[in-house]
């Protein structure tokens, strides 16, 4: 990760919140920790909206009163942090071994509240305790050393009781070995742990996998290197996956900044660069302008040694995948068209005149389209009504295009049975300036539950994109509140929250041009990206 993560100091023991917003980590030796740059761990976090743009990360305030601090779990709905150590309710001042958990309110980090667990504080007298817990937050699953000042970590298994005490560690034979166990991390149906060890080759840390295979949870398949790209001849631990499993965070001193660094790779293997199919429109003769006729600049860099020729008069530009990207067309008159596009991880299609009237669609996505015009308006709205999606996912495609200009629609539609990879609802309405969503998007939400039902492998990734009227924070707010609105209504539809994650992009991401109300109207918008 980049500099507003990683820094000539350690970084370590990455925790990821459950919608991927919050990066909580330990940066240790820094001059601004609590106990200054002399053997010092304090908590740090940065946030972001997107997993490629993090803004500068900042000390945790209220939390870092003892000389090691950690957070070891988030829950799922990112309002608690479990702890290492418990402290002073009067000064939160460390007092011993075990562990606390902190209650977010209005946005502010409580006082850690102690857990009572039997016989801990005794029982761990190592150098490092990591741990995890699960879901339901009724077990924790704990790393640490029963010898004084130990180095070698067993990972032992605490269970809460009815009575909201909790049980006394049990080793997790299972799982331990010669060597040290630390960093343990739970997937969120709690089948799969993910831990580090130097069982292979005492002090190089490797992350290790294992499987659930009984009720207990003491029961594991005998762990095996992971099978994600990470293990390297350097150190690695501390390995954390988002909700969906797309995004794997882990520290590691391959290849670092400083001498541990926090690392994130994707896990769907998806493409850094992608390609922008670009035609531009002879307003004279209706046909595609040759490559002479025009000069591509991308960011302000001059595209012609990039540029590749493709069919029907299209050509390739290479662009960055996962961002925003300004790019403007000048024309040998002079003339000038600029368009903002945003790119994700597969080719799109973009076809521009000289009077700006444009069409972007996405190349093999399906849009899930019904057109709709509003007599006032004369908008193209995209729903879901009046098309269903049977258990392999064919279904009727219309891609819906409009001239911005004229507001004349032009509808294509033909049969695919293609996988579905988005689905786009212009018609999830919600109260002005509020994420309260009104009674007219029950029929596209209802949809999208029976959608979900029927296909009950399916992860998805919700995004809400405003215009951009307005402030611009707000507007990413507003629309990361409107995504998690629907994510409740699905929950509340049965919908497993695990499946569920939800981003919002503001403004980010227009599909159509701000400058008219026809196009702001498109852009106020829900995307549901189907990950798996």
């Known amino acids: 990760m980049g500099p507003e993560v990683n820094s000539d100091y350690d970084e370590l023991n990455p925790v990821i919140s459950a919608d991927g917003k919050f990066l909580y980590f330990v940066r240790r030796n820094h001059p601004e920790n609590t106990f200054g740059k002399d053997d010092s761990e304090d908590i740090w976090f940065c946030t972001t909206t997107t997993p490629y743009k993090w803004e500068q990360a900042k000390r945790l ?6 000389r090691y601090n950690s957070v070891l779990d988030v829950s799922e709905d990112g309002r608690r942090l479990l702890l290492s150590g418990i402290f002073s309710s009067k000064n939160k001042k460390f007092l011993k071994r075990g562990l606390s958990v902190s209650i977010k309110r209005r946005e502010i980090w409580g006082p850690p509240i102690p857990l009572k667990v039997k016989g801990l504080s005794s029982d761990n007298k190592g150098m490092t305790t990591t ?5 339901k937050e009724d077990v924790i699953i704990l790393s640490y050393s029963r010898q004084y000042l130990g180095k070698n970590n067993d990972l032992f298994l605490i269970r809460k009781l009815k009575n909201g005490k909790w049980e006394a560690p049990q080793k997790i034979e299972a799982l331990n070995s010669a060597q040290s166990e630390e960093a343990p991390f739970l997937t969120p149906d709690g089948k799969k742990i993910y831990f580090s060890s130097d069982r292979t080759t005492p002090g190089q840390f490797d992350i290790y996998e294992a499987d659930l295979t009984g009720r207990d949870w003491l029961t594991w398949s005998t762990p095996t290197l992971v099978k994600f790209p990470i293990n390297s001849s350097g150190w690695e631990s501390h390995l954390e996956l988002d909700e969906l499993g797309t995004w794997a965070y882990f520290s590691s001193s391959n290849n670092s900044i400083g001498g541990l660094d926090i690392f994130q790779l994707d896990l769907l293997n998806r493409p850094d660069i992608v390609y922008l199919n670009l035609k531009i429109i002879d307003k004279e003769t209706n046909g595609p302008l040759p490559q002479s006729e025009f000069d591509v600049y991308v960011d302000g860099k001059d595209m012609e040694s990039n540029l590749a020729p493709a069919e029907s008069g299209f050509f390739k530009v290479p662009l960055a995948s996962h961002r925003i990207s300004d790019l403007s067309i000048i024309m040998q008159d002079g003339d000038t068209i600029n ?13 521009l005149s000289a009077e700006n009237i444009q069409k972007l669609k996405k190349i093999d996505s399906l849009l899930f389209a019904n057109s709709k015009t509003s007599s006032k308006d004369s908008i193209v ?20 295009v409009q001239d911005l200009r004229t507001g004349a629609t ?11 990879k988005k689905l786009v609802f212009n018609n999830i309405l919600f109260e002005y300036n509020k994420a309260e969503i009104l009674p007219e998007s029950r029929p596209d939400l209802n949809f999208l539950a029976r959608f979900l039902e029927k296909n009950p492998k399916h992860k998805i990734l919700i995004e809400g994109h405003t215009s951009s009227e307005g402030e611009y924070l707000y507007n990413m707010a507003l629309s990361g509140r409107r995504a998690d609105a629907i994510k409740e209504f699905l929950i509340n539809s049965g919908i497993p929250k695990f499946r569920l994650a939800t981003l919002g992009f503001g403004p980010d991401k227009p599909v159509a041009d701000n400058s008219l109300e026809a196009g702001r109207i498109l852009n106020r918008r829900v995307e549901v990206n189907i990950i798996e």
């Not at 741990?131 to 879901?135: I, K």
């Not at 790119?343 to 973009?350: I, R, T, V, W």
């Not at 032009?410 to 579905?420: A, M, P, Q």
Request: proline fraction near 0%.
């Open 339 to 351: 368009q903002r596009v945003s790119m994700e991880f597969e080719d799109q299609e973009l076809i």
């Open 61 to 66: 305030k209220g939390l870092n009163a003892a």
């Open 131 to 135: 741990g995890v817990w699960n879901s």
């Open 381 to 400: 709205v995209i729903s879901s009504s009046g098309f269903d999606v049977g258990d392999d996912n064919t279904q009727t495609k219309e891609i819906v």
């Open 410 to 420: 032009v509808v294509e539609r033909f049969e695919s049975s293609g996988k579905l």
